[in-house]
């Protein structure tokens, strides 16, 4: 089975700006969490999306969305982009009823 | 504050070593998660840890759930270059809105 891809890989954005990053699961997973990593806080949860549904959302402000398409793609959007947004994003899917995370290489956001 | 602190923060050896990572918590937790991150990748899991007192092994890779499942350890014997990357713990998050907690992860540098 193909991995979880990402698109894009890298990308660079000015202050205020929106961006809107792109993830497709493994096939056969409907679960989609997304993560924020940097090195000051490491590996932080965003929202997980389930069935076109956000079940779980971390404690991030609403600046941070997404959604969920019906074939399980997902996307997230940050909308009025901060210098502290610059981060790696990591997607990752869940086949059901497991915990167990399977990541994608990430979009690695710079904020200028 | 991290739900899981991991320790050290960074680790570098010698090729032929062997290195323990810890992970511990003061909440109990149901389960535990091993991954490896290596640069430009997302994070791969290694191992779930389901029982207090449960070692499993994955080649040179011993794992450890502490029998009162708030701690967890990760030790390698004769540490190779192939085993440098970030080392990240995670747990079920603290409330039923969380998907994943992670600790802040171990860096590990293998030097041949």
């Known amino acids: 089975k193909a991995g979880v891809t990402q698109t894009p890989r890298y990308l660079i954005k000015t202050r205020g700006q929106q961006v809107t990053l792109s993830c497709s699961p493994i096939s056969g997973h409907r679960s989609v969490s997304w993560y924020q990593q940097t090195p000051g806080q490491g590996l932080q949860f965003l929202f997980e999306?389930?069935?076109?549904?956000?079940?779980n959302k971390g404690n991030f402000p609403g600046r941070f969305s997404g959604r969920q398409f019906s074939n399980s793609r997902s996307e997230m959007n940050v909308s009025t982009l901060e210098l502290g947004d610059s981060a790696l994003y990591l997607c990752?899917?869940?086949?059901?009823?497991?915990?167990?995370?399977?990541f994608g290489p990430g979009t690695r956001l710079t904020v200028l | 504050t991290q739900l899981l602190e991991q320790s050290p923060q960074f680790l570098s050896i010698q090729e032929g070593e062997n290195l323990t990572v810890y992970c511990n918590s003061s909440?109990?937790?149901?389960?535990l998660q091993w991954y490896r991150q290596e640069p430009g990748e997302g994070p791969v899991l290694l191992v779930t840890?389901?029982?207090?007192?449960e070692v499993k092994k994955l080649k040179r890779l011993t794992f450890q759930f502490g029998d009162a499942r708030k701690d967890s350890s990760l030790h390698i014997t004769a540490a190779q270059p192939g085993d440098t990357g970030l080392y990240l713990c995670a747990g079920p998050g603290p409330s039923n809105d969380y998907k994943l907690s992670f600790g802040a992860g171990t860096t590990v540098t293998v030097r041949a």
């Open positions: 999306y389930f069935s076109e549904t956000q079940r």
């Open positions: 909440s109990v937790f149901s389960s």
């Open positions: 990752a899917s869940s086949p059901a009823g497991s915990d167990t995370q399977y």
């Open positions: 840890v389901v029982t207090g007192g």
